[in-house]
Nanobody, 124 residues
Framework: QVTLVESGGGLVQAGGSLRLSCAAS????????IGWFRQVPGKERESVAA????????EYADVVKGRFTISRDNAKNTVYLQMNSLKPEDTAVYYC?????????????????WGQGTQVTVSS
């Protein structure tokens, strides 16, 4: 069992930066792949970035490549999402999710645990 808590969201102007944190409680955090997702009302939840259990593999959605960076500190049971050059279209509720095992899940449905989300609002 893993409990995830996101933090770091807020209101920022376009071009600004935010760093989201996903803090996990529970055993064996280092054996979980972690993904960041986002959702706006009326749309499906979409993948933003993901990282494998050791931090040696990462994946990004095309729309955030070069602007967002995912990283993890297993000693602190925390995964981060550094978001730079933010755009109004990045506005969403951001969620982190966990999947046991070494690899990055191919599909959102494979994630086992979810946080409650944190709101990111980018003003123009």
């Amino acid at each position: 069992q893993v409990t995830l808590v996101e933090s770091g969201g807020g209101l920022v102007q376009a071009g600004g930066s935010l760093r989201l944190s996903c803090a996990a409680s529970g055993r064996s955090f280092s054996s979980y792949a972690i993904g960041w997702f986002r959702q706006v009302p009326g749309k499906e939840r979409e993948s933003v970035a993901a990282i494998n259990w050791s931090g040696t593999e990462t994946e990004y959605a095309d729309v955030v490549k070069g602007r967002f960076t995912i990283s993890r500190d297993n000693a602190k049971n925390t995964v981060y999402l550094q978001m730079n050059s933010l755009k109004p279209e990045d506005t969403a509720v951001y969620y982190c999710a966990a999947k046991s095992g070494p690899g990055i899940p191919v599909h959102i449905k494979w994630y086992e645990y979810w946080g409650q989300g944190t709101q990111v609002t980018v003003s123009s």
